[in-house]
């Protein structure tokens, strides 16, 4: 090829086309006419919803991670929140028992106390209201000990009784505290009285048959009592006034090697549940003395000049 006819030019490094500024000006122009009819025609809302409805999938991905952090979270602190809420109606609940048990309490010693009144009303002696604190230590001995004592006027031998009816006696008395001896202690005695028939007798307190029984000894084989009659206070022991429910009869039984019957009965009175009682002056105590005769009046009664 001869030399004269080679292109002496460089060939160019990048493809020449339209100018930079005027690139810029086409495309302004393009965004400001196409923003000119989305605002007034809605031209790319089709192309929009294609587009959203091609990313959707990819969005959901992307947002899992993020949705499952948030929903861990929440989940935890919503299980300690009801963890919280749990332990505070845990805490209620107990309270509410707790209160409900007083319910009940308060409104047994109510009915008791309602019904002693209306013991203290019957009774015609004068009687002091005292609770029951503890029972005596002593395993063999049926004793309680009373808030009341010497203080409060207690007397040594005066009746206790509850509600229903007679208790015990009292057989110490300290200056605050006074000590009962319950009826069915081995080393107590009562005289009683049969409602039904009018029979008199003594009733101790049982250790050879049931525990918390009394039995009536030296009664005659031959004595009208059976099960069910109810023993009251004769009221010659110048202690206990009369008319006053003691017990109600177990059982009779007749012997034949025996003059006397074996008769046993339940007190009436509640010897391991009584909280609050009522201690009475002794019978003695209430016989007002008789008055001595006045002398200088005696010979005026006779007729005689003084």
């Known amino acids: 090829m001869p030399l004269g006819t080679l292109d002496g030019t460089p060939p160019p490094f990048f493809r020449q086309g339209p100018s930079a500024l005027s690139k810029l000006v086409f495309f302004s122009t393009l965004a400001l006419l196409l923003m000119v009819a989305d605002a007034r025609f809605h031209v790319t809302q ?116 509850d509600e229903v009816g007679v208790l015990g006696q009292v057989t110490r008395v300290y200056p605050s505290v006074s000590e009962v001896t319950l009826i069915t202690d081995p080393n107590q005695a009562i005289p009683v009285l049969n409602a039904r028939t009018g029979v008199r007798g003594l009733a101790f307190g049982n250790t050879a048959l049931l525990r918390g029984t009394l039995e009536l000894r030296y009664m005659d084989a031959n004595v009208d ?52 009682v009522l201690v009475l002056q002794p019978l003695a105590q209430q016989i007002l003395t008789r008055p001595e005769p006045d002398k200088a009046a005696a010979p005026i009664a006779r007729g005689i000049k003084p």
């Open 46 to 161: 089709p192309l929009r919803a294609v587009i959203a409805t091609a990313l959707y999938p990819a969005q959901w991905l992307v947002l899992r991670p993020v949705v499952w952090a948030q929903g861990g979270s929440q989940y935890f602190v919503a299980l300690n929140r009801s963890q919280a809420k749990e332990a505070e109606a845990q805490y209620q609940l107990g309270l509410q028992s707790q209160r409900a048990q007083q319910v009940e309490q308060l409104t047994l010693e109510n009915t008791r106390l309602r019904a002693l009144l209306e013991m203290r009303a019957r009774v015609n002696a004068p009687a002091l209201a005292a609770q029951v604190l503890y029972d005596a230590a002593d395993p063999y001995t049926r004793k309680v000990i009373l808030d009341k004592g010497s203080l409060d006027a207690v007397l040594a031998g005066a009746p206790v009784l």
């Open 225 to 276: 009592m059976a099960a069910g009659d109810l023993l009251t206070t004769s009221g010659v022991d110048g202690i206990y006034p009369p008319g006053l429910q003691v017990a109600r009869v177990l059982k009779m039984e007749r012997r034949a090697d025996s003059a006397f019957a074996r008769i046993s009965a339940e007190p009436v009175a509640r010897l391991d549940g009584s909280l609050h």
